[in-house]
C-alpha cells in the first residue's frame, strides 16, 4: 500500500513539531525520528491529515497522541506510546535519548523537580496543556538519522512531490 501523496504534502507542508508555541523553552531539532519502518510513516501520516486536517495557523502536535496511533511491534510494545510514555509493557517504558537530554535541560533551566527523566517524558515532556517546551522540526519527513534517505523510491505522480523528494538534497534545498 503506497503512501498517499496528499497526505504526504499536508505532512510536508504543516508538520511543525509537538509541544505549545507558548512554551518558554523551543527546542529545534534538525528532523522528526523515526522512519526507518514504512508503516511508521504512513501512520504518522494519517495521524495528522485526521487530527489536523485543515490547519489554519501552523500547529503543534500532541505528542502522545500520535506516538499511540503509531504501532511498534517489532520491539514487542503495541505502540510508540506504550513504550515512551505509559509504561503499561512488563518491561515499562524506555527513556528515549535525545529526549533524556532535553528533559535534563528543562529540569533544570525551569527549576522542576521530578521523580526521574523518565517520569518527566511520561507526564510532562512537550504536552500541550503544561506548555513547558515546544519540540520544533526543521524538516518534518520522519528518518532514523540523516545518513539514509527512504523517500526516493515512492512512485508518486505529482512531478513537483516526485522531485522534491527523490534526494535527501533535493528535499532540504526546497
Not at 500532541?62 to 505509559?86: K, P
Not at 522540526?137 to 513537483?160: A, C, M, R, T
Request: charged content about 25%; glycine content about 8%; hydrophobic content about 30%.
Amino acid at each position: 500500500m503506497p503512501l498517499d501523496p496528499a497526505k504526504l504534502q499536508h505532512w510536508i507542508d504543516n508538520f511543525y513539531g509537538y509541544g505549545s508555541w507558548d512554551a518558554p523553552v523551543w527546542f529545534i531539532g534538525y528532523e522528526e525520528g523515526g522512519g526507518a519502518d514504512y508503516m511508521e510513516v504512513k501512520q504518522k501520516l494519517d495521524y495528522f491529515d485526521t487530527n489536523h486536517k485543515h490547519p489554519i495557523e501552523p500547529t503543534l502536535c500532541d505528542i502522545r497522541s500520535l506516538h499511540s496511533s503509531v504501532t511498534c511491534t517489532a520491539t514487542g510494545y503495541d505502540t510508540h506510546r506504550e513504550l515512551r510514555f505509559t509504561g503499561t509493557h512488563p518491561n515499562d517504558s524506555k527513556l528515549q535519548g535525545t529526549w533524556g537530554s532535553l528533559i535534563r535541560f528543562v529540569k533544570g533551566y525551569c527549576g522542576k523537580i521530578y521523580d526521574s527523566d523518565l517520569e518527566y517524558q511520561k507526564t510532562s515532556l512537550a504536552f500541550p496543556e503544561n506548555g513547558n517546551e515546544a519540540l520544533i522540526e526543521l524538516f518534518p519527513l520522519p528518518s532514523p538519522n540523516k545518513q539514509v534517505w527512504y523517500y526516493g523510491w515512492l512512485d508518486i505522480k505529482d512531478q513537483k512531490l516526485s522531485r522534491l523528494l527523490k534526494t535527501r538534497k533535493s528535499y532540504e534545498l526546497a
